[in-house]
């Protein structure tokens, strides 16, 4: 079965840090790039970051852009989000996505999806 598990979301202070975590099984990992989005209550789902199959290329969203670090290990087949100097409006659903192929921060090119973890920053 292909399967897609966040882990890591929680509440913190702003300023704080958070690690995401997504676990993948079912599929060839390294097969895949793997990207990052955000949906906050009432908002479009969004791309926060994503990284190729080899983890040697990867892209971040400005706003997230030198506070967060997306990478991954492909003997364990996880993909981590480390998220520092957190902010209120950085609360959201996030989710972690796969596809084949090249990065992309697109929502529509992904095809399979985790069931998102809850990140809230408090101010």
């Known amino acids: 079965e292909v399967q897609l598990v966040e882990s890591g979301g929680g509440l913190v202070q702003a300023g704080g840090s958070l690690r995401l975590s997504c676990e993948v099984s079912?599929?060839?990992?390294?097969?895949?790039?793997v990207a990052w989005f955000r949906q906050a209550p009432g908002k479009e789902r969004q791309g926060v970051s994503c990284l190729s199959r080899n983890g040697q290329n990867r892209y971040y969203q400005d706003s997230v852009r030198g506070r967060f670090t997306v990478s991954r290990d492909n003997t364990k087949n996880t993909a981590d989000l480390q998220m520092h100097g957190l902010k209120p409006e950085d609360t959201a659903v996030y989710f972690c996505?796969?596809?084949?192929?090249?990065?992309?921060?697109?929502?529509?090119?992904?095809?399979?999806w985790g069931r998102g973890t809850q990140v809230t920053v408090s101010s």
């Open positions: 079912g599929f060839t990992f390294d097969q895949n790039a």
């Open positions: 996505a796969v596809r084949p192929f090249g990065i992309s921060i697109y929502s529509g090119d992904y095809t399979i």
